[in-house]
């Protein structure tokens, strides 16, 4: 279950919260005298799917400019615009590990040798569908911004402001 939650007062070791918008069957469910954990996140807007779609729509456009593909244009553009999962404790392998084999998109942040041998430290990127409505924001800008430099048509800067009207934040451009 995820729910909105405002938090109205701690007393002691007691967090009282108020579940907004819970949904009250799963909420019927809970056995009363059961331990449950709880994990509680600042709350951020889930990017709306048609900024997924435009995301996408623009890595393959700038896959067929450039003659590659628009899962290697996306992988690009994760490393150059995406967010770091901060969640996401970094990790250690040896140098030139092919990280393409996980399912998980990496930021290589540092390379080391130790002994004779190489190491690579990465970090976790955020795919598109896990960022929210600002981290996908600025993601869509940064491929906006590449296509600008291909000479690929997107949106004009008036129509990508209604869009971002639509996701419900404000977003100062600077790469447009």
Known sequence: MESKCEVVSLVGDT???????????????LEQGKDYRIKLTKWTNKRSL???SYAWLLCTKIAQAVNSSKDEIYEQMLQAYGTIDEDFPPITVIADADM??????????????????????????KGSSEMDTKEMAHFIDGI????????????????????????GIEINNSTE
């Not at 399912?103 to 990127?125: N, Q, V």
């Open 15 to 29: 967090l009282v919260i108020v579940l907004n918008g819970a949904n009250r069957h799963e909420l019927e469910t």
């Open 50 to 52: 048609n900024a997924n």
């Open 100 to 125: 393409s084999i996980t399912s998980e998109h990496w930021l290589r942040i540092d390379t080391r040798t130790i002994g004779k041998k190489k190491f690579d430290c990465y970090m976790r990127i």
């Open 144 to 167: 906006v911004f590449e296509c600008k430099q291909l000479g690929i048509e997107t949106m004009t800067p008036n129509e990508l402001q209604q869009l971002k009207e639509q996701w």
